[in-house]
């Protein structure tokens, strides 16, 4: 009976430990001079050491300067007296990997008294992912807010302007003296200008409203393509649709086609005749990418960080609002992505990552 209860007993502890190596929480073990004993896959993950680099080495190894001296006199203090502060509580902090990049992480703390020897247990949970949601609501809540102060701002300007736009083609097509004409164009020019701005404004802070459906990816790139060689027609550049496979996304159709279409005028705009945009779509494990390039004059580094800035535009005629439009249509779709790579002089790559449909 006792060989039974026995091999029933490691039969739970291998259970246990089972559970404990494979959950989605970091378990990090120490005794009372703060040397690792256990240190589970989670914990690999989570900080980017190698078990192999923790075991049986300070925990310090792993902990910024700033938690270093905090945790070594928690440790001390309750090995010493009993009091705990953390210990049986829940707090948050910012962790550090071991590439030095931070992360906000949720720790509670426990102690256990085994045969006299203390250990002191964290379990570790990753914030990033919480935060990100908790920012994108937040982000959501603000703009359905200021996209019903700009619905207002539009709706009050764009009658008027609709009408100063009006009587000016009117007076345009009967102006006969030159100066006048060149007046009346640079009236009409700048109304449909703040026309364009006006209905930029209205989708970039609108809430978002997506109708996801699956569709076949190439049957979407070829339409842009077509469309793209229509108004590239006489600008002596060559449009290609390069793509060798077809799958199925799950994505708002007219958003990605209006986000396809912007990218690759943009990259006609930027290129000059005898150059080319090539539209290209590959498949990288369960995601899909769609990559957009062109042999223009490339993005200069003093204005990366800008790119995406609404208003901000290198074109004379721009609102500056085309690619923060592209940009918040593909973070509000679910799992894509979207980024820019550009050197000065050698063109730019827009990519759009999908995640692929079921189809």
Do not use: W
């Not at 208003?311 to 500056?320: A, E, L």
């Not at 000065?344 to 449909?357: L, P, Q």
């Amino acid at each position: 009976m006792a060989e039974k209860t026995a091999a029933e007993t490691q039969k739970q502890l291998r259970i246990l430990k089972s559970a404990v190596e494979n959950t989605n929480e970091a378990f990090v073990t120490i005794d009372e001079n703060s040397t690792v004993i256990f240190f589970n896959k989670a914990a690999e993950r989570m900080f980017g050491y190698e078990r192999t680099e923790v075991l049986g080495h300070d925990l310090g190894r792993i902990l910024s300067p700033m938690c270093r001296g905090g945790h070594e006199l928690a440790v001390a203090r309750y090995v010493r007296t009993g009091e705990a502060t953390l210990i049986g509580h829940e707090t948050e902090l910012a962790v550090v990997r071991k590439n030095g990049d931070s992360f906000p992480a949720s720790i509670s703390f426990s102690v256990a008294d085994i045969v006299g020897q203390l250990y002191f247990t964290g379990v570790v949970r990753d914030l990033s992912d919480t935060r990100n949601l908790e920012d994108r609501l937040a982000q959501n809540e603000r703009l359905a807010a200021l996209g019903q102060t700009v619905a207002e701002i539009n709706h009050e300007i764009k009658n008027p302007l609709i009408m100063i736009g009006g009587f000016a083609r009117q007076l345009l097509k009967k102006a006969t003296v030159e100066k006048d004409r060149a007046k009346l164009t640079i009236i009409v020019d700048e109304v449909t200008r703040l026309e364009h701005l006006l209905a930029g404004l209205k989708e970039l802070y609108k809430p978002p409203q997506l109708d996801l459906t699956e569709i076949f990816l190439n049957e979407l790139l070829t339409e842009v393509v077509d469309l793209a060689q229509s108004y590239s027609s006489g600008k002596g550049i060559d449009i290609r649709l390069v793509s060798t496979i077809d799958v199925v996304v799950k994505v708002d159709r007219e958003k990605i086609k209006q986000v396809l279409l912007n990218l690759v005028k943009n990259g006609i705009e930027a290129t000059s005749p005898g150059g080319e945009v090539v539209v290209s779509s590959r498949v990288q494990d369960k995601r899909v990418e769609v990559e957009v390039t062109d042999t223009g004059g490339g993005i200069p580094e003093a204005i990366k960080k800008r790119i995406f800035l609404p208003f901000f535009t290198t074109k004379k005629q721009g609102t500056g609002l085309g690619l923060s439009i592209s940009k918040r249509i593909i973070d509000d779709h679910p799992g894509c992505s979207f980024k820019l790579e550009s050197e000065e002089g050698k063109g730019t790559v827009a990519i759009i990552g999908f995640r692929r449909g079921n189809g």
